[in-house]
């Protein structure tokens, strides 16, 4: 098999758009509202020079697309990659419109880019080309907590993160919301517990509802739980490191293979995944990992036998030229675009459910909301009713005591007073979302008899964006 796949000259904005058309087709959206919806509000490139650490100057090229501002501030993140392009952050920023819709984060759609690779640069330069960059951004409207609130991304975590909100703070030093003008921050410097975690958690969560579900498995002969069925992961950066940790500690999943960069390794009986991401760290791939048989040329992985394929790096991975290669029954896009339009119809006709990017994926900005709303609310969750919760419980214990004259197990005494810190709140919060959400694309598919999930999700979210514009005007 090919290692590169031709595109047939269809970019992923483009791909995302016929994706968007064949959702609206089942609702009944004007057409001026439904171009209106589609279409990217702004799109900004900036040009700017920073200062190497060999003192010579570079000139980076960035981006960042507003797709909807039906609802501020927009929300998306900031990605650092080679490949970064204009049509790329418009059709990530759309995704971003459709995922907040999804999941009723009340934000409108935003994405950010800068060409470049950061592994090439020493953290002194990526803090100088960063800070450079949000400069940039913030001087043209495109950061601040009520309007734009970028996040992480590709390339980026909080430490890019903590400078973006420094550099903010530098440049309006009266906005006592500064913290809100972006999420993914440590959590010392204003970040949320559970922020890292969100979006392969959120993947985890997706899946767990899938297998509360026995007719939509029926749908691809499951069976069982998810315990012990196989795995293939492309990707072990932060949202697939997470996802394939959880899967496999919490859920019993055997994770089968492990696509990366320089290639994929697969192990039948299960691969431990807190080593592969130790090995990846110290040898900078995959690449003779013990007790795994090693590919050169990892795409092909994507083809192996396996029940769940979780495409979790770049999008334009599975195309009309592999899908017909495709063995697993479930695709659960954890990546952004990773599988195109034309792929998608051949999935649909070989029977693989595909959940889709926008809601599988969308815990990352489920949490990014819980910290703006932290932000911007100046309190910390759980610091006026912790202690409140604590007092009923311990009282609800003491009253069964009282009432059945048994004393309650030190176990039991623990689970019902455990009280709720913040990173428990942020997981509950976001597992809610998650199912909250799949049960609304379930109920979409079977209200207008769609046969995949893509389209399902898509309705819903076009039926809240469509509503809210004609409510506002356009
Ligand atoms: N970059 C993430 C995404 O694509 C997070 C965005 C955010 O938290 O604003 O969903």
């Given at each position: 098999?090919?290692q590169?796949v031709?595109?047939m000259n269809?970019?992923f ?5 016929r ?7 089942y609702?009944?959206?004007?057409l001026g ?12 490139k900036?040009q700017?020079?920073?200062q190497?650490?060999n003192?010579?100057w570079r000139?980076?090229?960035g981006y960042r ?9 927009v929300k998306?993140?900031?990605r ?12 990530l ?5 459709y995922?907040?819709?999804l999941?009723n ?5 935003s994405?950010g880019?800068l060409?470049?690779?950061p592994?090439?640069?020493?953290a002194?330069?990526l803090e100088?080309i960063?800070r450079r960059?949000a400069?940039?951004?913030i ?9 734009n ?5 590709m390339g980026t ?8 909100a420094?550099?903010?703070r530098?440049l309006?030093?009266?906005?006592i919301?500064y913290?809100?003008?972006?999420t993914?921050?440590?959590v ?8 890292t975690?969100?979006?392969?958690r ?9 297998f509360r ?7 691809i002969d ?20 997470h996802?394939?940790k ?10 089968t ?6 290639g ?5 009986n299960g691969?431990?995944?807190?080593e592969?991401r130790?090995?990846i760290n110290?040898?900078g791939?995959?690449?003779d990992?013990?007790?795994a048989?090693?590919?050169a ?6 083809e192996?036998?396996?029940d769940?394929l979780?495409p979790a ?12 290669n495709?063995?697993a029954r479930?695709?659960v896009?954890a990546?952004n675009g ?6 998608a ?14 809601f599988?994926n969308a815990?990352g900005v489920?949490?990014?909301y819980f910290?703006?709303i932290?932000?911007?609310s100046?309190?910390r969750?759980?610091?006026m009713?912790?202690r ?5 419980s311990e009282?609800?214990v ?12 030190d176990?039991?005494?623990k689970?019902?007073i ?8 942020v997981?509950?919060g976001l ?11 379930k109920?979409a ?5 769609i ?8 309705v ?7 509503f ?6 356009m």
């Amino acid at each position: 098999m090919a290692q590169t796949v031709p595109r047939m000259n269809v970019t992923f904005l483009q791909n995302v758009e016929r994706m968007v058309d064949r959702a609206v087709a089942y609702l009944d959206i004007p057409l001026g509202m439904q171009q209106e919806i589609k279409a990217c509000n702004s799109t900004i490139k900036v040009q700017f020079p920073a200062q190497l650490d060999n003192g010579q100057w570079r000139i980076f090229t960035g981006y960042r697309a507003t797709h909807s501002d039906h609802r501020l501030p927009v929300k998306g993140g900031i990605r650092y990659a080679p490949s970064v392009t204009h049509d790329e952050v418009e059709a990530l920023a759309s995704l971003m419109t459709y995922k907040c819709a999804l999941v009723n984060v009340p934000f409108g759609g935003s994405k950010g880019g800068l060409q470049i690779n950061p592994r090439d640069y020493s953290a002194e330069e990526l803090e100088r080309i960063t800070r450079r960059f949000a400069r940039e951004l913030i001087n043209k409207g495109y950061i601040s907590p009520g309007e734009n609130v970028p996040a992480p991304d590709m390339g980026t975590g909080e430490r890019e993160m903590a400078w973006i909100a420094d550099t903010y703070r530098q440049l309006h030093p009266n906005d006592i919301n500064y913290l809100g003008a972006v999420t993914g921050k440590p959590v010392e410097t204003g970040g949320i517990r559970g922020r890292t975690e969100a979006t392969g958690r959120g993947v985890e969560y997706v899946i767990q509802e899938f297998f509360r579900h026995p007719d939509d498995m029926d749908d691809i002969d499951f069976t069982g739980s998810i315990a012990g069925k196989r795995i293939i992961i492309q990707g072990l950066g932060n949202v697939g490191y997470h996802a394939a940790k959880f899967l496999h500690e919490e859920d019993d999943a055997r994770i089968t293979c492990i696509i990366e960069r320089d290639g994929a390794i697969l192990n039948e009986n299960g691969l431990p995944v807190e080593e592969v991401r130790q090995w990846i760290n110290e040898n900078g791939g995959v690449k003779d990992f013990p007790n795994a048989e090693y590919y050169a040329n990892g795409t092909d992985a994507l083809e192996f036998d396996c029940d769940i394929l979780i495409p979790a790096a770049l999008e334009s991975q599975i195309t009309h030229t592999n899908a017909p290669n495709i063995k697993a029954r479930l695709i659960v896009e954890a990546a952004n675009g990773p599988v195109t339009f034309s792929a998608a119809s051949i999935l649909r006709e070989k029977g693989i459910l595909v959940l889709p990017d926008f809601f599988v994926n969308a815990g990352g900005v489920t949490v990014s909301y819980f910290e703006w709303i932290k932000n911007i609310s100046h309190i910390r969750f759980g610091r006026m009713q912790r202690r409140l919760d604590e007092y009923r419980s311990e009282a609800t214990v003491l009253a069964i005591e009282e009432l059945t004259g048994k004393k309650v197990s030190d176990k039991l005494r623990k689970d019902i007073i455990h009280s709720s810190d913040e990173l428990s709140m942020v997981r509950s919060g976001l597992d809610d979302t998650m199912r909250e959400a799949y049960i609304e694309i379930k109920k979409a598919k079977q209200k207008y008899k769609i046969d995949d999930w893509r389209t399902a999700a898509l309705v819903v979210s076009l039926e809240k964006i469509a509503f809210t514009h004609s409510r506002m005007g356009m």
